[in-house]
């Protein structure tokens, strides 16, 4: 089976994360938002995925290639100009012959895709979208649907006044080739805005899977950092965390001074060293190959991949990543800069 990403928006509420990477490639626990979301559905059957790219497009291609090192087929389909997510479905209608899988690259969700399929064709739907409760739906797709769970409306980005739903488009969808031919050819599109709508009316059964599953979109900072706690605290449970002893994950290669502190939850990637006398936790997350000095004190933070940070360094709440040589240290919130041996935190390098 198919699938293809959405994976072409500018990630402009999450910045300055995403001033050099595409935001499907942000780092969840030591590994890309796009890879996890990649290997979750192969494991439901899909072998063949469709990458609809444009900002960016690089960062993606370098990391996965044609998809062998995960065991899937990468195809990549890139935008000059972004055409929206209705455009860039239809950009990419050449791969599609059969019931296929559309996702905004963007979700971290364990929505059941196996259920969802069967549900898709028990309904006979030309599309299925996955629907899910939020408690403001104004930042989202509001879909109202009948009691047989099929659509009446969409209302994108809504007024409060504007529904009384709280169930929103959760950017997981199943389409059916035929409605590909309802999407204009090189215009810029809302799928959201334009084609359901316009599918409603032209009679198409959209069929709406409710799911109670954990569900988040990670379109800003504190989305991303909502999400990381999830994991942390067991909301969204990842397998390879979970099964740890006491919370405390530490990858392959890694090495831990006998005189550091780890308190739970906290995630250490491969490769990573950890100096003498060093606190690490909780709630904390290090990437792939990082250093961390003596005598250094790290708590409610996320370190990206690749990051030395110096000796006797303290930090609190706050994310850092190597995107950048020498200085993207993000301040979230209050960062607290304490003094420790006599030295504030030091540069990243
Ligand atoms: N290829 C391509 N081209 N991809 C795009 C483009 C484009 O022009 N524009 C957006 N995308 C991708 C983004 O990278 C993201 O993965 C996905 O489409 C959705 O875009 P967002 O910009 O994240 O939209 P949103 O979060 O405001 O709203 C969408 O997602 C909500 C759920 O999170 C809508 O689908 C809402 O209806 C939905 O509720
Ligand atoms: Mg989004």
Redesign the pocket.
Known sequence: MKAL?????M?TRLKPLTDDL???MVPVMGKPLLERNMLRLKACGVDEIIL????KPQKIKEYFGDGAKLGLKIHY?C?DI????G??IKNSQEFFDDTFLIF????LSNINIIEMLKFHKKKRAAVTIAVTEVENPS???VIEYDEDFYAESFT??PKPSETKSNY????IYIFEPEVLKEIPDFK?VS??RETYPLLLEKGYSIAVFKSSEYWM?I?TVEKYKQVHHDILNGSYPLPEFHEEIQDIFIGDHTTIHSTVKIIPPVYIGSKTKIDAFSVIGPNTIIGNHCSVGTNSKITHSIVWDGISIQDSSIMSDMILNSVKQGSTCMKKNDMKKETHAGEALGPIA
Not at 82 to 85: A, I, M, Q, S, V
Not at 104 to 107: E, G, K, R, T, V
């Open positions: 990403f959405l994976a072409g928006g990630g595409p935001k499907p609809s790219t444009s900002y389909i935008e972004p055409l929206g997510t455009g860039a905004n690259a963007d979700i930042l989202y797709g994108e980005k929103i488009n959760a950017g810029v799928i959201e979109d379109g």
